[in-house]
């Protein structure tokens, strides 16, 4: 039994203890606190693999470009949007146990990936901004589903290879998912394979739902959609009065049956109602022109073709009745998204905020399509990042702060003459200011790398060992 004594200096010891355990907690909270601050999204120059930079947070109040004094009204505007926290992102090459399908994760001698400071701006706070944000950079497997020729030869399933590509494995798939890509768009051209009542060819659209399901397996985002069917001859569809009535059949059996194939497919399956829909074989193919009223009036012919698409869609049931759905306004450009007699489809109720713009932009055109136009890119010069400063600000003040979701279906830059730096400069920054604006893009992958054509090509499907990683990094860098 203790002494009153011996009692007093017991407390006073525990007393010291409790004093010394609060002030170390005190010091160990404040050396943690002092490393939590908002992220950004910022990379160091990098020369190895594509996991994701951060960097120093910027004021509220900074312009949201790295290059913001562009004279325009939009990117003004966008300079006084609030910079929001940044994800540093995660990059999903380094825990793949699959060794054949892992990129060797090293930069070409002398390639380097650009710094660039572009705080994350803020978004509503919404499933379908979430779901977008789950996308991340995607990849087009171009020139492949795509691919026609009028009348088609022989069998019908070597449309597949008539570009000249390979034919698509699962190992393909599995390394575009390796490398980085959240996303996979399968372009898919259907005239050559549909009888006189639009019926699609079981053993096409049996093809097409294997590399699909390839694509589900690795957990991937794919994006579904009829490409080249918007010619004369191919007799599907065509933006004009004249052809409307035809159009709108072409279009909703065409989704009638994809619909009916996968309605019990989840969320991670994206249908698309068209590609570049446009006066083909016109002056205005590209050049969409308001005071023009055949282009007043193909834009009329989009927003019911939209529509059909998204009743015929919807009517089916399953996981459609609430699937997410791109649509495209005018050639898919931005022009055609943001004029004002581009309507967004009505979808059926209950449904918020489940219909996705999609925009295409080779922007900018002198360097990113138009040949021989510029080959130089440098994120410093303005007369290279003004117009992506530009129509990411419009499309980010347009749409995803008004809550509807964005997705760039189509951007990538060709090569000029072995211009590789410059080509990866170009996909830094195009990345880091889609992402920045919660906006995920879609690379144009052709599989071209040599010849006349338009060369885009970054994964070499033939030879993988000899693809453009360089390209690949840089745009992981800022996913």
Known sequence: MRTGSSMLKSLFGIKRKLAI??????????????????????????????????????????????????????EKEDADADAGDADTGDSETEDKEEVSSEPDNKMSDGITIPEIKQPKLNVPDSDAMAFVNAMGIGYNLGNTFDAYIDPLPGDELSAETCWQNPKTTQQMI?????????TIRIPVSWHNHVDDDINISAQWLDRVNEV????????????????????EEAKGLYPDKAHLDH?????????????????????HLIF????????????HEWDFAASYGDCREAVECINEL????????????????????????????????????FEFPVDADGNESKIILSIHAYTPYNFALEYPGVSDFDIDNKDRTTDINSF?????????????????????????????????????????????????CVLWDNNLFSGEGELFGVYDRKNPDDSLTDIIYALMEYK
């Open 21 to 74: 355990i609060l002030c170390m907690s005190l010091i160990l909270g404040t050396v943690m606190l002092s490393g939590c601050g908002n992220e950004t999204v910022t990379s160091e120059p990098a020369v190895s693999p594509p996991t994701a930079g951060q960097t120093e947070e910027q004021p509220a109040d900074t312009p949201a470009d790295t290059d913001a004094s562009t004279d325009t009204s939009a």
């Open 174 to 182: 599995k390394d575009i998912h390796a490398y980085g890509y959240d």
């Open 212 to 231: 699909v399901d390839w694509a589900i397996d690795e957990d991937m985002y794919v994006i579904i959609n009829i490409h080249h069917d918007n010619h």
């Open 247 to 267: 159009s709108k059949k072409y279009v909703g059996r065409i989704w009638e049956q994809l619909s009916e194939r996968f309605k019990d497919y989840d969320d």
């Open 272 to 283: 698309e109602s068209m590609n570049e829909p446009r006066l083909v074989g016109t002056d």
């Open 306 to 341: 939209n529509q059909v698409f998204v009743d015929t869609v919807r009517a089916s049931g399953g996981n459609n009745a609430s699937r997410y759905l791109m649509v495209p306004g005018y050639a898919a450009s931005m022009d055609g998204g943001t004029n004002p007699f």
């Open 392 to 440: 990411m600000n419009k499309l980010y003040m347009d749409y995803v702060t008004q809550g509807i979701p964005v997705v760039i279906g189509e951007f990538g830059s060709r090569d000029k003459n072995g211009n590789l730096q410059d080509r990866v400069n170009y996909s830094a920054y195009y990345a880091a200011m889609s992402r920045a604006r919660n906006i995920p």
